[in-house]
């Protein structure tokens, strides 16, 4: 398997397992937004282990003590419409004062190229570091679209989590934007001639939302 710098699979048993069966055609509609779900939240775990701590002065019911408390810089969550929104009440129950910023792209059917029709950011985006989520990573053009706009509106800090990634994809990110660091549940094998994931797991936003 390629090895890529600032991509990480995150390989933990628990979310290879729900992977697994969030891939599975048989898996229904309700099933399958429960375990994007839960597979963000396990994939925030491992995205956010860098966070900075800095000592706060504490009082316990017996004495006081100096604990630990994130640092710095504060999260904004920013899933990409609409398939990232399955992603967003998982992390949300991992980091509940995340601000969230909303992203508005898809893929042009015939050109598979990103098309952006919506952006609503926290007011001070610039001052947070961002977590893009989108649980497919396929030809990277949605993602590299993102990051631009994060980009412009002074984003400096920047990551991205999916659940499967094409090794296309990442490449086109990293070539793109070599500074942003994405976690994933998987990196499958590679794109098919309608840039659709190989194995995959389909169209990920029909699957959420039924539309299919
Ligand atoms: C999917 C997915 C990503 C994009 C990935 O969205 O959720 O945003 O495709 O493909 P790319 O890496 O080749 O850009 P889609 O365009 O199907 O929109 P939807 O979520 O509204 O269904
Ligand atoms: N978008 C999806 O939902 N699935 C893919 O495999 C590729 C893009």
Request: proline content about 6%; some cysteine.
């Amino acid at each position: 398997m390629k090895e890529f710098q600032n991509f990480m699979v995150c390989n933990h048993p628990l979310i290879q397992h729900k992977l697994s069966i969030l891939r599975d055609v048989e898996t229904g509609c309700k099933e399958f937004r429960e375990l994007v779900s839960e597979i963000a939240m396990l994939v925030a775990y491992e995205a956010t282990r860098d966070l900075p701590l800095e000592d706060v002065e504490i009082e316990t019911p017996l004495e006081k003590m100096t604990a630990k408390s994130i640092a710095g810089k504060k999260l904004a969550i920013i899933p990409i419409l609409r398939a990232g929104l399955g992603m967003e009440p998982g992390i949300l129950t991992l980091i509940p004062a995340a601000k969230v910023g909303h992203i508005g792209l898809y893929r042009d059917p015939e050109t598979a190229l990103p098309v952006t029709y919506y952006c609503k950011l926290p007011q001070d985006i610039s001052e947070r570091i961002a977590i893009i989520i989108d649980p497919m990573l396929a030809t990277g053009g949605s993602a590299v679209a993102a990051i631009d706009l994060l980009k412009n509106s002074g984003v400096k800090h920047i990551k991205m989590m999916n659940i499967v990634a094409a090794p296309e994809g990442v490449e086109a990110v990293l070539s793109a934007h070599p500074d942003v660091q994405i976690y994933a549940a998987a990196l499958d094998r590679e794109l098919n001639s309608h840039s659709y994931i190989l194995p995959g797991l389909g169209d990920a936003g029909d699957r959420i939302f039924g539309t299919k």
